[in-house]
């Protein structure tokens, strides 16, 4: 099937961006920004969405960057994931965030896909989410009011929603620093290498004299958008980071799990069976990792 028919634009900057959105909306007309299209365009070509018209960001080359802000890792929206998985600086200082993107698709799809379209996106099913909620993440937005910072748990509102108004360009990601003594890990399921999730988990902690600390746990591909098992979180806090239990704090977080999907892949209660095993998978993981 091909896309409803739309107008396109293709603005030179981010003010002409911004400019162009408001005045499309005053006017009434249902628009989509397109970054990479690498979720867009099949939406379109199934017509799931139909908007009137496309503002393309790709000329806006001042959003395509990865630099360190004294310490914060700061990502331009338009930065494409394949370049993200490419940084050193990325991998040095963001390991998580880094190996969640070379989970993301095919590099095809990271070549093409920015790193802030997956954000803006919201896949329930994408890894990103997930990691921007036990990682301190803002987004930079910039609209007809000015820029706003916007924290991950304010961020993600459901599925495939943020806060984002649909007048506003998220415009850069910024990961606070990650303490090197800090373990993580992130442990997925899919039927194939380079699809997305059937279920997830993506984690932080510390340990400490044997003791887990400050445990932040996020799973994704079972609600409508990424979610912490807090239930998990508070029974590890000060416990020995031992199998016995990281596997209590495995059916926990999957006992504290509302509603998971259902699918044609994956039933409700296998994706709640899948979070619990890699919950105590990563948590092993994390624990066992050397620095
Ligand atoms: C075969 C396949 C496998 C995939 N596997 C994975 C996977 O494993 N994990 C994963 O996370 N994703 C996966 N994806 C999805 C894909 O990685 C991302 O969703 C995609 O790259 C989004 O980035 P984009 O630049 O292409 O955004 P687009 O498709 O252009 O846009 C996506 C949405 O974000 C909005 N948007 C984009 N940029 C901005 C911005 N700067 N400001 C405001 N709104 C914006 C658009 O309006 C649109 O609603 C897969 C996709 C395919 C086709």
């Known amino acids: 099937m091909k896309p409803a028919p739309f107008d396109y634009h293709a603005p030179a900057t981010l003010d002409e961006a911004v400019a162009l959105l408001t005045r499309l909306e005053d006017e009434g007309c249902d628009m989509k920004i397109i970054a990479g299209g690498?979720?867009?365009?099949?939406?379109?070509?199934?017509?799931?969405?139909r908007p009137e018209a496309l503002v393309d960001l790709r000329r806006l080359d001042t959003l395509n960057y990865i630099r360190d802000d004294a310490g914060t890792l700061a990502i331009g929206a338009m930065t494409s994931k394949q370049a993200a998985a490419d940084s050193a600086l990325v991998k040095r200082a963001q390991p998580l965030f880094h190996a969640a993107t070379e989970l993301v698709g095919h590099r095809q799809i990271r070549n093409r896909g920015s790193v802030g379209g997956s954000f803006a996106h919201a896949d329930p099913a994408s890894e990103y989410p997930a990691?921007?909620?036990?990682?301190?993440?803002e987004f930079e937005a910039v609209g007809p009011d000015g820029a706003r910072t916007i924290p991950a748990d304010e961020f993600f509102v459901t599925y495939m929603t943020t806060s984002l108004e649909t007048t506003e360009v998220l415009t850069a990601v910024r990961f606070a620093p990650f303490a090197p003594q800090r373990r993580w890990a992130i442990q997925e399921f899919a039927r194939r290498n380079?699809?997305?999730?059937?279920?997830?988990?993506?984690?932080?902690?510390n340990v400490d004299g044997g003791l887990c600390r400050d445990v932040r746990i996020a799973a994704f591909g079972v609600e409508a958008t990424a979610v912490r098992l807090t239930a998990a979180e508070q029974l590890l806090e000060g416990q020995p980071a031992q199998a016995a239990q990281f596997e209590q704090a495995g059916k926990a977080g999957a006992a504290q799990l509302d509603d998971p999907m259902s699918c044609i892949h994956a039933s409700s209660a296998y994706r709640r069976h899948l979070i619990g095993v890699l919950t105590t998978r990563a948590l092993g993981e994390a624990a066992a990792r050397t620095h």
Do not use: F
Not at 38 to 49: D, G, I, T, W
């Open 194 to 205: 380079g699809d997305l999730a059937l279920a997830g988990v993506a984690l932080t902690l």
């Open 131 to 137: 990691v921007a909620l036990v990682l301190d993440t």
């Open 38 to 49: 690498q979720s867009l365009m099949p939406m379109l070509a199934l017509r799931v969405a």
